[in-house]
Every structure is written in C-alpha cells, then in structure tokens.
C-alpha cells in the first residue's frame, strides 16, 4: 500500500456535524441580531451624549433617551460634584476621607445600575454556561477591579509618565474600550460555537437515545482528560468575562483620578476609585444573581419536561451565548462609526 501527502479528511459524518454546528450557530446569532434590530427600532436610540466636565474626560455613557436619560445623567453629575468637592475637602482640612469613600461607593452603586455592556456579558455568560452563584459574585468583583485598576493605570501612565494632556488620555482610554468589545465579540464567538455543539449533540440525543458519542479520529490520548481540559477552558472564559466587562475605564473613576491628581491627592483618588469598584461589584452582583436564579427556575421547569425540555434549556443556553458575541460586534460596529 502507497502512502500519500494528502491531508487527512473528516469522515462524511463528521463534516455533516460541523455543518450542523456552523448552522445552528449562525442561526442563534441571526436571531439575536434580528431581536436586537427590531428592540432598537421599537425603543428608538437608546443612548444620550455624556455629561460635560470640567476635564473634558470621560467616554460615551449609555443613558435612555428623554428625561430618563436626563435624569440619569443629572444624578450622575451630581455625584461628580460630590466626588470633586470631596476631594478638595480633603485637601482643606483632611478629614473628608470617609465621605469622599462614601461617596465613590454609592456613585459605583447607581452607575452599575444604569445601561451597560459589563452587566450583559455577565448576566449572559452565567445564563449560557453552568456556573454557581459564586462564580457570579467571583466575577463581578474581578470585572470592577479590573475596571478600577486601568482607570488608575491610564490616568498614572498618561499623566505621571507621559505628561500628556486630557486629550491624550480620552484617546487612550477609547482604544481600551475598542479592544474591551472586541474581547466581547471573540469570547461570544467562542462560547456561541461552543454552545452550538451542545445542542446539537442534545438534539442527537433526543431523536436516537441509543447512539453515544462520536468522536472522529484515533482511539489513543493525545490530549490532557477532557475535564481537565474543561477546566482550562472555563478558566479562559471567566477571565475572558473579567475583561470584557471590567477593561472599559468608568468615566467617573477617570474624573475623579484627573481632579484628584490635580490638587495634588492622587492616592486619595485611588481610594476612591476602588470605592466605585466595591460599589460596582455589589450591583452587578445582584443582577447577575438573578440571572443565575431565573436559570435555576427555568432548569427545574424544563427538568419535567425530558427531552423536549433539555434541548429547550440548550438552546436557550446557545441565544445566550449568542447575545455576547452579537452585543461586541454592534459595539465594534458603533465605535468604527462613531469614529
């Protein structure tokens, strides 16, 4: 027998599960993107310019249209206020520390509360994949410490280093924004395939009971046991989560780290940041733990119904997963627009 150079082929069965794969994947995304289109149309814009400063710093914040949304940015203007004459307070007389903490906690609290991709990645990421509650509340945190950690390292790096103006730093911090949705987009795109083999592997299932798994290849271990490699991989998605939802800087951590740098108290600044992260983490913990609870209920729910209910479950898992990698690319999109 003649041995060839040509490259090994998937056996016919296995192209025809790759297909399968490919198409429920396309298909979960095309339906998430046609909700989201008539959601948008149906709401009309469903985002207002930011409040000025007196910096100039800060990135778009999300805030609905109409009084809403003024309102929204109202309330947060009034929290930067509070933030700046905490600090020269405490530059006065030194004793304004406690309440400028406060009230970077409180001002975390309600800016987690507003619109916001970091909230929606959680929340979705937790709803496509099998994960606790702690895991939940591990992420939040890691997400607002993240988020306050490069706030602190743009404003110290630009300033301290580079001696660059405002204008520098909002470019710098737009750049970080563009690659925080564009590690959305990959992590949706990677849970989303992911996903798409469940199901279709469920629905397998559901139509032949009988039939087992099947792996193309050879029968030996070329690889680490495939729950070691489950772990690795969910280790790689949470931090993947972590930094899609936290690597975009707060505009008021960014305001408050200029002013306070400004008047000569940047550690106090920092403080205050990490305040906001804290308050941050609190809010989306509680939005991602009802997400995690309606999972649960829904699980239950669907736990009564076999089959049926377990390809159900999966392919909710699937337009999960799809909300993630379609939320990046619109956000991709909106930022390459928005120039």
Known sequence: ???????????????????????LALAAVGIVASLMALGAWWFGPVSAPPARNPFGMGLREAAPSGSLGAAILSIQAGFFKSLQAGVRGLKENGTAFGSLLLVGFAYGVFHAAGPGHGKAVISAYLVADEKALRKGLALSLAAALVQAVVAIAIVGVVAFVLHATASTMNRLATQVEVASFAVMA??????TWRKAGKLSGIAALARDPLAGPQEEGCDH????????????????????VALAAGIRPCAGALVVLVFAMAQGLFAAGVAATFAMA?????????????????????????????AAGAVAMAGFELLAAAFVLVLGLSLLLGAWTLG
């Not at 271990?221 to 993947?240: I, K, N, S, V, Y």
Request: overall charge positive; charged content about 20%.
């Open 1 to 23: 027998m003649s041995m060839t150079a040509q490259p090994l082929a998937l056996p016919a069965s296995g192209k025809v599960r790759v297909r399968r794969r490919l198409a």
């Open 221 to 240: 271990a070329h690889l680490p046991p495939p729950d070691a490699l489950d772990r690795l991989t969910r280790w790689r998605e949470m931090a993947g």
């Open 278 to 306: 804290l308050g941050t983490a609190l809010t989306t913990a509680a939005i991602a733990a009802l997400a995690v609870f309606a999972k649960s209920l829904a699980l239950k729910v669907a736990g009564g119904r076999g």
């Open 186 to 191: 990959l992590l949706g795109a990677a849970i």
